[in-house]
Structures are given as structure tokens and as C-alpha cells.
């Protein structure tokens, strides 16, 4: 999986298409990712103490990694690699920014 935590990205396809936001959480098994404030569902949270609230929640739900796009510069772009000063580093192909 070419997308690393904290990459921004745009979401292509599914109900939050054009959002944008950074990636929270990766899991490469399943090939998804979790974007900041996209794809929001309300889950029941159960009141584990008498201090803590229980209740309906929003949290994030994961998104296959085939749905979202590398934003770079306001720009979708894939990930390349290249080698510089013998570092093996990702860039956007589109806009040549290193990562």
C-alpha cells in the first residue's frame, strides 16, 4: 500500500465524494483506510463507569484504498519512488513534490 498515516487525501468514489481530509488510521490487510471526518457513522458507545458517558458517537468508518487519491498541491496524483542521496523517497508523479 503506497498511502502512509497523515496523507492527505481526496475521496473519488462513494456517499463523501470530493471530500478531502488526512489518513487516521491504515489497515493493509483489509486495504483500508480511515479519513479525518469522512465517512462518518453514528455507533452506540456503552457506559463502561459512572463518570464516563455512553451513547451515540460518530466515528469514522473505513474506506477501501481504491476510493481515495494522494492530493498534492490541490492536485489528485499517484505515488511514485525514486532514489535520491542513495534514500529510497515517495513523490506525487504529478507534481514531483517528495513526500
Given at each position: 500500500m503506497r498511502l502512509k498515516k497523515n496523507d492527505t487525501v481526496k475521496i473519488i468514489a462513494g456517499k463523501d465524494k470530493g471530500k478531502t481530509g488526512k489518513i487516521v488510521k491504515i489497515d493493509p490487510v483489509k486495504e483500508r483506510?480511515?479519513?479525518?471526518?469522512?465517512n462518518m457513522i453514528t455507533k452506540t458507545i456503552k457506559k463502561r463507569s459512572p463518570q464516563d458517558k455512553g451513547g451515540m458517537m460518530e466515528v469514522e468508518a473505513?474506506?477501501?484504498?481504491?476510493?481515495?487519491?494522494l492530493l498534492s498541491k490541490d492536485?489528485?496524483?499517484?505515488?511514485?519512488?525514486r532514489i535520491e542521496n542513495g534514500k529510497k523517497v515517495r513523490y506525487a508523479k504529478k507534481t514531483g513534490e517528495v513526500l
Open positions: 483506510v480511515y479519513v479525518q471526518g469522512a473505513p474506506i477501501h484504498v481504491s476510493n481515495v487519491a492536485k489528485v496524483s499517484k505515488v511514485g519512488y
